[in-house]
């Protein structure tokens, strides 16, 4: 590579100014007239042009010396301030590589500034002199730097201590002796600043001296200030790190600072300590330095961060153990009002909780849970105590023996307004009395107890269905007939309407039910997310006497006059099961069993003559009316086989349902990270040693130094999977620029972070001329933003080059980086040369991660979200499985609907998809497909529709759904 293309690269990283681009650019000569003539203000002025247009590849070496002249004498403090960024940008060797004579000049002023009286001009030049990379220019300014040591203000000595650690580090024979004077300086400096960076170049540059120092006053870490702490447990890691022999020497130190005043001091020392000791006194200590920070630390994300460090000591098998003894302790992060932080500690307790424990988290829980009642608590609330139920539930599924403890009191939570968590409660209720024979009579009274405060028609229609169901001897049958007769009020419901009408309104009948109603229709989503549409009719002259008329009658009347006869189809089976019981329970007596059949089927007459007869808001519909007349056709027929499927089928039905949930649960759920845990314990005798040597990259995270993971995990280098060499080769990510017949090659490595973009783009000049002013011009469409624009450079004849691009990503949308590279050829007279990019395609994919929900969740986002895309399935792929598939691994997505739901052939498949970005947007989908079943070779044909919150959400996925499908068929 030729020497001028080597000195372009190795140039500092400027500081980066913007220039505005509206703005005239004034001429060389004003310049030079401004900074010559010119008071200070305008001098300044006239120095900030010169810098930015520099900085966008401007040169204007006849300024140089009117600069040193005109400029470098004032005493102005901005004007010293503007001449280090322009010393900074500068050229200062000749095109052959020495210095310019000129620098000599410069060099002086440096030194004149370094013994200024005034501490900002000391400083501000100290801390310019760690960017200069060039020997020469330092040389003749130690002596003045090292007297900077001795200088009364610590702004100069911290920063001269900066400046001898950066010198030393690029140019040590510039001062051999650096650590040592650094060393003095360290044991007699009493500012806490001057004695931390003392100490990190200490590190650096001479350990040995670090730890003689660290040795001689680590009785007196305590008193430190935080910076100087953090230093110190970063030198205690290093050193015990490279040579665990000095661990007994040092530890001592670390678990002094946990007691340290700064968070940021404790959180570090208890990493620390974790890793240098896996005694379980070390990480009961680091994780009880842990909790108290999520407890006293006020800041959400930070409580999310070190949340997420016990999850990780979790993960060991032997510091589980110990987190065990401490799941009450962690329960204290309950006090938070932020729901995902609640949400993490359930989570974490739920895998921690043992028989020891669990007793104490129960009663915790059940606290929780009756704070929640306070209406003027935070929004969050109604989602705390649905995740409050959820967590009791699987609890209770986990230790059988505390269902008896937590059913009576989450049983309450069905008479709640939120019918979120009450629809939490019902399916916990469910699976709980399903399971547990011996909690059926508890549970049935507490039910029957609570069945008349239920406001939600939704929970009461669950309720009936489990009273039906479990209800099993004479007095629950009758309980639940009287409790259904009182919710209903008198019967006949319609003479008894009639009545009330007249005494009340004193109307005549006919006015009553001529009443102006006007027709609307209301969209819903079934449960496969297709749609399904309800015709409702609402009064548009209703008063709020008659509204309050409705909330005064009992909770089953009112459901049934404001037109909800969907409850009335879900009682209808409920009597039919009870009266089906109640024959057999009474097997004999046929007057009982007459008196009761009669009962029940006057029940469901009445309604249905009430729904028929149009004084409810809404008529009853077809469905429902047909499943009322098929329960009174079953009670007088009473067919055997009939009767077999309500007292038995549907028992049944719910115990596979219930079965295929727990075997989901153990494939995905808490139940299989045991397993893998129990697997991970077991160690067999011919299992192969394993040496430290040869550990591969992805099993040394116990071995490496955590500042380097650290590091790696920001850049997003550590997650990546060596599964297939080829595909995670940068091979994979790079695009071609330019054509190879091009005078200008180009080509970028597309490196994808969390939240920004780095293109490293390869330039090759392919002529036998010199390209000068060379620059890569981008653009970018979509939520994407250009960090930085790449600094022009100059190119030998067939020379090449790399220029990086950083490129700031904002959300979740496809977005496309274009461009061109401009240049001029040396000698040449015409216009710039320009060479036009192919476009950069972003792909959205690597922004989606599949995520899990619950139907509920997904219908009600779906509902909820208002951006949809329908996308035509247009593929040559013969199998429905086969399709769901390819869709599933092309868009990142997790399917939620369950695989048994799957199986079979029948010729069509209904699946919902789920994903979230790292941005935390939601992005559902609903595949509906199907194919010919007389026709084997007939392709898959249907659609997809998807919806997210966002427009560019939904139109990325779609466009990326497409594109998948042209491959395939390509």
């Not at 040169?59 to 009117?66: A, C, G, V």
């Not at 098998?317 to 006090?335: A, F, G």
């Not at 597309?750 to 390209?771: G, P």
């Not at 868009?891 to 799957?902: D, F, H």
């Amino acid at each position: 590579m030729s020497s001028t293309s080597s000195i372009m690269i190795e140039q500092p990283c400027y500081t980066l100014i913007n220039l505005a681009q509206d703005v005239e650019q004034p001429t060389e000569m004003k310049l030079k007239e401004d900074l010559e003539k010119g008071d200070n203000k305008i001098k300044a002025e006239a120095l900030k042009k010169v810098i930015q247009l520099m900085l966008n590849g401007e040169k204007f070496p006849s300024l140089l010396m009117t600069i040193i002249r005109f400029v470098m004498p004032v005493a102005d403090h901005t004007l010293k301030k503007l001449l280090l960024i322009f010393w900074e940008i500068v050229p200062k060797n000749t095109p052959d590589g020495k210095l310019m004579h000129e620098m000599i000049l410069v060099c002086d002023a440096y030194r004149r500034d370094l013994q200024h009286p005034n501490e900002f001009i000391r400083g501000s030049t100290l801390r310019f002199l760690c960017k200069l990379k060039e020997p020469e220019l330092l040389e003749p300014l130690m002596p003045s730097i090292k007297a900077c040591l001795e200088y009364k203000h610590n702004y100069v000595r911290r920063n001269a201590v900066m400046a001898i650690f950066t010198i030393y580090k690029n140019f040590n024979f510039l001062m051999p002796d650096a650590p040592e004077i650094i060393a003095n300086f360290l044991e007699r400096e009493q500012d806490m600043s001057c004695k931390r960076n003392a100490f990190m170049m200490l590190i650096h540059a001479d350990q040995d001296r670090a730890l003689n120092y660290l040795s001689s006053c680590i009785d007196q870490v305590n008193s430190f200030g935080d910076i100087l702490q953090l230093v110190i447990v970063e030198l205690i890691y290093k050193v015990c790190h490279a040579n665990p022999s000095e661990r007994a020497r040092f530890i001592r130190c670390v678990y002094a600072l946990l007691n340290s005043s700064s968070p940021a001091v404790r959180y570090e020392a208890a990493g620390t300590l974790i890793t240098l000791s896996s005694a379980p006194s070390a990480v009961k200590a680091a994780a009880t330095c842990y909790i108290d920070l999520i407890v006293k630390e006020s800041d959400n994300n930070v409580k999310l961060i070190v949340l997420d460090k016990i999850i990780q000591l979790k993960e060991v098998p032997s510091h589980e153990k110990v987190l065990q003894e401490l799941v009450m302790d962690i329960l204290r992060v309950l006090s938070s009002p932020d729901i995902e932080v609640r949400k993490k500690t359930l989570n974490l307790c739920l895998d921690l909780v043992s028989s020891r424990t669990i007793g104490e988290m129960v009663l915790v829980l059940k606290k929780e849970l009756s704070k929640t009642n306070n209406v003027n608590e935070i929004d969050d609330m109604d989602k705390y105590r649905q995740l409050l139920v959820r967590t009791l539930h699987q609890m209770t599924i986990k230790f059988p023996d505390t269902a008896a403890a937590i059913v009576p009191s989450v049983i309450e939570y069905l008479s709640d307004n939120n019918e979120l968590a009450a629809s939490d409660v019902l399916v916990f209720v469910r699976e709980i009395i399903h399971k547990f024979e011996n909690l059926k009579e508890l549970i049935l009274q507490k039910l029957l107890e609570i069945f008349s405060l239920i406001k939600s028609v939704k929970i009461l229609r669950g309720t009936l269905w489990i009273l039906g169901e479990y209800c099993d001897n004479i007095e629950d049958v009758q309980s639940l007939l009287t409790q259904v007769r009182q919710s209903l009020g008198d019967i006949p419901i319609v003479d008894d309407e009639l009545k009330r009408a007249a005494g009340i309104e004193n109307k005549d009948d006919e006015q009553i039910l001529k009443s102006n109603i006007s027709t609307g229709t209301q969209q819903l989503v079934t449960a496969d997310g297709t749609y399904a549409t309800q015709s409702a009719f609402v009064s548009s002259a209703s008063s709020s006497s008659n509204k309050d008329d409705i909330d005064k009658r009992p909770p089953l009347r009112g459901f049934l006059m404001k037109g909800d006869f969907f409850i009335a189809s879900a009682l209808a089976r409920t009597l039919t099961k009870l009266a089906v019981k109640y024959s057999k329970l009474v097997d004999g007596n046929e007057t009982k069993q007459n008196r009761f059949n009669a009962e029940a089927m006057l029940i469901m007459a009445c309604i249905l003559h009430y729904g028929k007869s149009g004084m409810a808001k809404k008529p009853i519909n077809e469905d429902d009316s047909d499943s009322i007349n098929v329960c009174l056709r079953v009670l007088s027929e009473r067919s055997p086989f009939v009767l077999n499927l309500f007292n038995n089928q549907s028992a049944a039905a719910l115990s596979s349902m219930l079965n295929a949930k727990l075997t989901e649960e153990t494939d995905s759920g808490w139940l299989k990270q045991t397993k893998r845990k129990v697997k991970s314990q077991q160690i067999q005798a011919d299992d192969p040693l394993r040496f430290g040597q040869l550990i591969s990259n992805s099993d040394l995270i116990d071995k490496e130094d955590v500042f380097d993971l650290t590091l790696k995990q920001a850049i997003g280098v550590l997650n990546k999977k060596d599964e297939d060499l080829i595909l995670s080769s940068k091979l994979n990510k790079v695009t071609q620029l330019t054509g190879f017949s091009d005078p200008v090659y180009a080509e970028a490595y597309v490196h994808v972070n969390q939240y920004d973009i780095v293109l490293d783009v390869l330039i090759v000049n392919q002529t036998t001329d010199t390209l000068q002013n060379l620059t890569l011009e981008l653009a970018t469409l979509g939520d994407l933003k250009l960090v930085e624009k790449p600094q022009s450079l100059t190119l030998a004849p067939r020379d090449f080059t790399n220029i990086k691009a950083n490129i700031k990503v904002a959300s979740t949308e496809n977005g496309i980086i274009f461009g061109n590279i401009v240049y001029d050829i040396t000698g040449a007279t015409s216009d710039r040369n320009c060479v036009v990019l192919n476009d950069i395609h972003i792909d959205i994919m690597d922004y989606i991660v599949p995520a899990q929900c619950t139907d509920q969740e997904f219908l009600q986002m779906w509902v909820l979200f208002e951006w949809e895309n329908k996308v035509v399935v247009n593929t040559n792929i013969k199998d429905l499985n086969e399709y769901l598939e390819h869709i599933i691994k092309s868009t990142n997505m997790k399917c939620l609907t369950p695989e048994k739901a799957l199986s079979g052939d029948c010729g069509f498949m209904a699946a919902n998809l789920y994903a979230k970005s790292i941005f935390g947007e939601d992005v559902l989908a609903n595949v509906s497909i199907e194919k010919s079943l007389h026709n084997p070779e007939s392709h898959v044909h249907g659609h997809i529709r998807i919806r997210a919150k966002s427009q560019g959400m939904a139109l990325s996925m779609g466009d990326k759904i497409n594109l998948t499908q042209k491959q395939i068929k390509n």
